[in-house]
């Protein structure tokens, strides 16, 4: 919104400074973060009152040991400051922003309704069931890919669009339509689930989100200025700089939710927070064509996910346990780690791969 | 529209087996006394009990396709999708063509396609096409199909008050079951002389549903010579049939067959009556003293409307117990006695069956205690009030805009029972509340269900089921399946969790049989060098409680520790927690133990050095090592740990606080 304000001081004489994107990345991250700050509290209180809080499966008394009793449905700061300054400081004619947006609202209703459904019968497993997520997910991922590979309404080149990137190889792998398609779909839900599963542990799934979202967007604010993509060698992708103001906003809300979801936590995500950062990182990733910078970016997710994958389709298959539990971080705990050092450890990985991730700029 | 009923057309649709179309035949004939001018057209699928009961009532029949839901088999699936889906293009033919004013469903997957249609056609028409539908509901969970026709219904009636619940709201009112009226108005002795059989008889007519009922035919085959031995005993023994081609039991030929070879001359004995299908009901009904029965809702209605004494014996199932709770009702009420299905985890008979000797036993002592039966007969016809078929007749009449809204009737409210309804895992949850004294103790009544219970899942093809019952066989101290928990814990063929869980269990019921001692340490012995790390360490676990109860030979004790000092450089840190804590409780060697314990005392796993602590005192308490050495040792272990407890102070205070007002109020 203030994008326009900001051109009309341009036009009529004034500082060009506030219009570039660099400038509105700051701004969108720094508002976003105080916002959230601000109203953390009453949102956190609200949700309280409203009944809104975790219980666990085993039933029992309040254990002064458990963090039963906490708020959850926390996604939801998350996702009102986020898509709040996105809408602010964004470009809101850019079809990338919109395209966000979008997935922001689908994905943060959807998990809304979730923690919503198993709040109100009082039971972990009565939210929405596996099916239906899987079919949200499966249906944003078709139309996300219809949208990209539909070369009359893509914002993306064509021979980008369908075409496969990897690291440290500046030209497109392959082109092809069919399995770009496959891709994306699979990019979105698995996105969707890997923050899911990885929000097990106070601070767990954000920071990890939080330094995914900053190499996407440091890479959509390459790939959107002509002469940074031709210079690192990368395909110029018209007007995707504006995601990295989208991340911006959303890394300041995360930011924000940290604050007081760090150990030991006052408000959990839930569904609601987990899908809304899986649905719209996937998404900014799937934007600019960079999805296996997201997949090491996001390492945390992909051993989060696998772990769990193996656990349950190789061990449980066979009536076993290979690891001791699923997801990695429950398997760790069960070894007598303490939650705060699991999350910090994690944490050191995340920010060791995101910063690989960065470096790869540079080797192409 | 007019009073005669001259215009009015209704669908009836439902089957799949006679619970579901003798409902539906019931009202039926209400409605055609009511307003006989009414078109009536019944919708089924092919191959079903609607096939032969509607064509007999007299009734028009027409076919749908369709099929029950099927498992998580994708080509089933498909399957299922393109049945229901021609099913529906065939219902919505139909519809349109009959144009009907009420549908009623008594629900089963064959009701589905025609509700389906009929909602698709209102939806289209904008509702200018409009036909009413009821929905019967006969147990008391709502199907899968009923759930879901709920929502497209108009009204929902049901057989017990506690389904309301479930009905979104205002759809929902108590009818209870109609029994057709030509059933509850016969005549014992006009009965029994249309089938020539004398007064003085005592008639016990067994019918295990139209489609048979394999552990009430196969015990009544059996019990048939015996009883017999009794002259004034008859025997009328439905064995049903399978409708279509497609069958796993065929219940006549079984029957026959089991009777070839094992009393051939029952076959030509006047006083056994066997028969395939029955469709005279009413006839036999109103013969017999006592029934023996399935019990789905339908029938154990009908039985309680007669007024019959029953043996009631319940379909044992895994996943669901409608029919056990069913049962177990009309016992509490007084007019049945209920006797399990059983299956044999120790044998491997896998088919439920019933004891011969109890059903011969108790359909003698009831015929031997005639006022017990009429007291049980007194209070069967007390069971279910109200006169449903009245109430639905009444409603669908209502719902054309004929008659006024039938008043709300108090519905029958149905036990809650404490192991009832429980699925497994609740199952094993309850339990563990029962041992720890957070829920009173069972009752002999309880545990002979629980226990009937363990068996059916224990006999189960599914895995997770089977080692789930050994887990509450345990809980439930379950002493007969000593041996066969023993021989789960030993062998290889059994899968890693049932292995495990056989290990869990053992160590509950192992005083159960002093005489199996050496098969336990066996097993333990199996077990401690186990491929699977969870039942490495369970087996390790067991030797503590082994060696609570049983003492130990010197070469036991050498080749358990054997093992153990194996096991404490295990890859899995359980398996060494365990064996260091199994090690501190056996062995009597001190220099033996101390040195082995030192390749852990830097383990990676703070919780093996923790049980190194514990070991050194249970050492120490034995008498094998002194107290300086034990202290020595223990100030070697490293001490830093990366895990340690949160404690929410405020929570903690909240606690206290509160046990203090609540002690405040009471005095």
Known sequence: MFHYIFDIIKESGGPAVFGYITSRTLIAFVSSFFVTLIIGRPIIIQLYKKGFRSFERTYGDINSQSKKGTPVMGGILMFITGIGNAVLWCDLSNPFIIILIFSAIWFGVFGGIDDYLKIKNKNPDSGLSRGVKFSIQILFGVALAVFVLNTSISPLPPNIADGMQVPFYKGILFNSGFITFLWIVFIIVYSANAVNFADGMDGLAVVPSIFTFIVIGVFSYIIGNFVHAQHLLFHFIPGSGEIAVFCGAIVGSALGFLWFNSHPAEVFMGDMGSLFLGGTMGTAAVLIRQEIIFIIAGAIFAIEITSTFIQENLGFRNYRRILYRAPLHHHFHHQGMAESKIATRFWIISAIMAALAIITIKFR | ?667
Request: one cysteine or more.
């Open chain 2, 1 to 667: 529209m007019s009073e005669n009923g001259l215009n009015l057309r209704f669908i009836f649709t439902g089957g799949g087996s006679g619970g579901h179309v003798s409902p539906a035949l019931a009202v039926i004939a209400e409605l055609k006394k009511r307003v006989p001018g009414a078109d009536i057209l019944y919708v089924g699928i092919k191959n079903k009990a609607e096939g032969i009961m509607v064509p007999k009532a007299g009734i028009p029949l027409k076919f749908v396709n369709s099929s029950p839901l099927p498992d998580k088999n994708f080509f089933k699936i498909i399957k299922f999708f393109i049945t229901i889906f021609s099913g529906f293009l065939k219902a919505l033919f139909i519809l349109t063509k009959f144009k009907p004013h009420v549908i009623f469903a008594t629900g089963g997957y064959v009701s589905a396609p025609v509700i389906f249609a009929a909602w698709i056609l209102r939806k289209i028409t904008l509702g200018y096409f409009r036909p009413k539908i009821l929905i019967h509901e006969a147990n008391v969970h709502l199907g899968k199909m009923n759930k879901l026709a709920a929502k497209a219904a108009d009204a929902v009636a049901v057989s017990f008050s506690e389904t309301i619940k479930d009905i979104p709201s205002g759809k929902g009112f108590f009818s209870g079951y109609p029994v057709r009226n030509i059933i509850a108005e016969g005549d014992k002795k006009k009965a029994r002389e249309k089938l020539g059989i004398p007064e003085s008889a005592f008639i016990v007519f067994a019918f295990g549903g139209s489609q048979g009922a394999r552990a009430i035919n196969r015990a009544l085959a059996k019990a048939a010579p015996e009883l017999l031995k009794d002259p004034d005993i008859h025997i009328v023994h439905g064995t049903g049939k399978p409708f279509g081609k497609d069958h796993r039991y065929h219940g006549f030929e079984d029957t026959i067959s089991l009777l070839e070879k094992n009393s051939p001359e029952l076959l030509k004995e006047k006083r056994y009556l066997i028969k395939d299908f029955i469709d005279d009901m009413e006839l036999y009904y109103a013969a017999s003293d006592l029934l023996i029965i399935r019990a789905g809702a339908g029938s154990i209605i009908e039985v309680c409307t007669l007024g019959k004494p029953s043996i009631i014996i319940p379909i044992s199932s895994v996943y669901s117990d409608h029919q056990t709770g069913n049962a177990r009702y009309v016992e509490r009420a007084g007019a049945a006695v209920v006797l399990y299905e059983k299956t044999d985890p120790v044998k491997g008979v896998n088919i439920p069956f019933i004891e011969t000797s109890e059903l011969v036993e108790s359909i003698l002592s009831l015929k031997e205690a005639p006022q017990k039966l009429e007291q049980m007969s007194k209070k069967a016809t007390e069971i279910f009030p109200g006169k449903p078929v009245d109430i639905i007749a009444d409603y669908i009449l209502y719902l054309c805009g004929i008659s006024k809204r039938p008043d709300v009737t108090e519905g029958v409210s149905y036990l809650k029972d404490r192991i009832l309804g429980l699925s497994s895992v609740e199952l094993e949850h309850f339990l563990k509340k029962v041992n720890a004294g957070e829920k009173p103790l069972l009752n002999e009544d309880e545990k002979r269900l629980l226990k009937n219970k363990i068996d059916t899942y224990f006999t189960s093809s599914n895995v997770i089921l089977r080692s789930r019952a050994l887990r509450i066989a345990g809980l439930a101290y379950y002493c007969e399946l000593f041996p066969l928990v023993i021989k789960c814990a030993a062998s290889h063929e059994e899968k890693p969790f049932v292995r495990r869980d056989a290990f869990e269990a053992l160590s509950k019921l192992i005083t159960c049989d002093k005489n199996y001692r050496n098969q336990v340490i066996e097993a333990i012995l199996h077990g401690l060098s186990d491929l699977y790390y969870e039942a490495r360490f369970h087996a390790a676990k067991l030797i503590n409680v082994f060696g609570a109860h049983y003492e130990l030979t010197e070469e036991e004790r050498e080749k358990l520790l054997e093992k153990l000092y194996r096991n404490i450089e295990d890859r899995c840190f359980e398996v060494r927690v365990e064996s260091i804590l199994a090690i501190a409780s056996i062995e009597n060697d001190e220099e033996r133990s101390v040195k082995n314990f030192e390749k852990c005392y830097y383990d990676k796993i703070w919780k093996v050095r923790k049980a190194l602590f514990k070991a050194y005192e249970t050492l120490v308490k034995r008498k094998v090592i002194d107290s300086k050495k034990a202290l020595e040792e223990t100030d070697k272990i490293l001490i830093t740990s990366n895990g340690y407890i949160t404690d929410y102070e405020l929570k903690k205070q909240l606690n206290s606080s509160r046990s203090h007002i609540s002690n405040m109020e009471v005095k």
